[in-house]
């Protein structure tokens, strides 16, 4: 039986290193504050929303929705964001995506100051990234899986790292993080010849595909690291939620591996969090 990576014992460590933080910044006068941009009301928005305030509320951080309907035209829009990216009082933001279709998102983003962008929503924040500049926030999902390694002691250096998926919110920033630790990192996607074969080459083997059950028995060998970043309404269980693996397939065979849910996912607002009280800082520095 493989050891479960659940995404509890992170964030709880991560929690109280991070209450000793905020009363640290609370006592110089400072009170790191998430900003959270939302136009309309999708469920999985308002659901993350929830967990972030939530979060935030546990750490004593304040957080503030700024909240649009649905039918915004863009040069609102455009001035709304202005203004929450130049309240002093919020340190980090964090605007859900996609925006409606009639709204220029790709302008939007770089409405948001990059030194507040805690999500890697911005071509800035990307670019420091890229180049490894430790005053860029990675995206959350692809920092908890790296918190998630660090927790659990999981040795990255030197390590064959398969990401399957090359998306710019998860699969590619995390294969810079892999690498920035140097882990030998391969990254596949759609048109990987081979799939299950280079999935099997690796010592950690992380899915972020976005299909249900798609990484199966025969992708994996015994000792491998796995985790799962992927959340699909699980096609046997309706109603219910599984990941990008297969994990009565996979669990019996492989060495460690994160369970969906109660895996990464619960591990990215206490990321946001962490992020949101590092830009305070930074602005403050
Ligand atoms: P995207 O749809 O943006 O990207 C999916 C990637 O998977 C693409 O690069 C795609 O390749 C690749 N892919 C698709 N089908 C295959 C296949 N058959 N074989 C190999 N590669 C394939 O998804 P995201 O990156 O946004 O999300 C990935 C998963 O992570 C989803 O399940 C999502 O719900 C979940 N997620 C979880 C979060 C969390 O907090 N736990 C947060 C964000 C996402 P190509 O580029 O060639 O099309």
Same mark, same amino acid.
């Given at each position: 039986?493989?050891?479960?990576?659940?995404?509890?014992?992170?964030?709880?460590?991560?929690?109280?290193?991070?209450?000793?933080?905020?009363?640290?910044?609370?006592?110089?006068?400072?009170?790191? +504050?998430?900003?959270?941009?939302?136009?309309?009301?999708?469920?999985?928005?308002?659901?993350?929303?929830?967990?972030?305030?939530?979060?935030?509320?546990?750490?004593?951080?304040?957080?503030?929705?700024?909240?649009?309907?649905?039918?915004?035209?863009?040069?609102?829009?455009?001035?709304?964001?202005?203004?929450?990216?130049?309240?002093?009082?919020?340190?980090?933001?964090?605007?859900?995506?996609?925006?409606?279709?009639?709204?220029?998102?790709?302008?939007?983003?770089?409405?948001?100051?990059?030194?507040?962008?805690?999500?890697?929503?911005?071509?800035?924040?990307?670019?420091?990234?890229?180049?490894?500049?430790?005053?860029?926030?990675?995206? /959350?999902?692809?920092?908890?899986?790296?918190?998630?390694?660090?927790?659990?002691?999981?040795?990255?250096?030197?390590?064959?790292?398969?990401?399957?998926?090359?998306?710019?919110?998860?699969?590619?920033?995390?294969?810079?993080?892999?690498?920035?630790?140097?882990?030998?990192? %391969?990254? /596949?996607?759609?048109? %990987?010849?081979?799939?299950?074969?280079?999935?099997?080459?690796?010592?950690?083997?992380?899915?972020?595909?976005?299909?249900?059950?798609?990484?199966?028995?025969?992708?994996? +060998?015994?000792?491998?690291?796995?985790?799962?970043?992927?959340?699909?309404?699980?096609?046997?269980?309706?109603?219910?939620? /599984?990941?990008?693996?297969?994990?009565?397939?996979?669990?019996?065979?492989?060495?460690?591996?994160?369970?969906?849910?109660?895996?990464?996912?619960?591990?990215?607002?206490?990321?946001? /969090?962490?992020?949101?009280?590092?830009?305070?800082?930074?602005?403050?520095?």
């Amino acid at each position: 039986m493989a050891e479960l990576l659940k995404g509890k014992p992170v964030a709880d460590a991560m929690k109280a290193e991070l209450i000793k933080k905020v009363e640290s910044l609370k006592s110089k006068g400072l009170a790191p +504050k998430l900003g959270i941009i939302r136009v309309g009301a999708r469920p999985d928005d308002l659901f993350y929303e929830g967990g972030a305030k939530k979060t935030a509320a546990a750490l004593g951080m304040d957080s503030e929705v700024f909240e649009y309907p649905e039918d915004i035209q863009q040069p609102a829009f455009e001035e709304a964001v202005i203004k929450v990216g130049q309240m002093k009082s919020v340190h980090g933001i964090l605007m859900f995506s996609p925006l409606p279709k009639h709204l220029n998102e790709k302008k939007i983003r770089t409405l948001i100051p990059v030194e507040k962008d805690v999500d890697c929503l911005t071509t800035g924040g990307q670019a420091k990234i890229f180049t490894d500049d430790p005053t860029g926030f990675p995206p /959350c999902t692809p920092t908890a899986c790296m918190d998630m390694l660090h927790h659990f002691d999981i040795p990255i250096k030197g390590k064959k790292c398969v990401v399957v998926g090359r998306s710019l919110v998860v699969g590619k920033p995390l294969a810079m993080l892999l690498l920035r630790e140097h882990g030998t990192v %391969t990254i /596949c996607h759609s048109r %990987t010849e081979n799939l299950p074969e280079v999935c099997k080459n690796a010592d950690i083997l992380i899915a972020a595909v976005g299909k249900a059950k798609m990484i199966k028995g025969n992708f994996v +060998k015994p000792g491998q690291i796995v985790i799962d970043v992927g959340i699909n309404p699980d096609p046997q269980n309706p109603g219910k939620y /599984c990941g990008d693996v297969d994990f009565a397939e996979v669990e019996p065979v492989v060495q460690k591996i994160s369970p969906v849910p109660a895996g990464v996912g619960s591990v990215t607002t206490w990321v946001l /969090c962490k992020q949101t009280i590092m830009a305070c800082e930074m602005q403050n520095s």
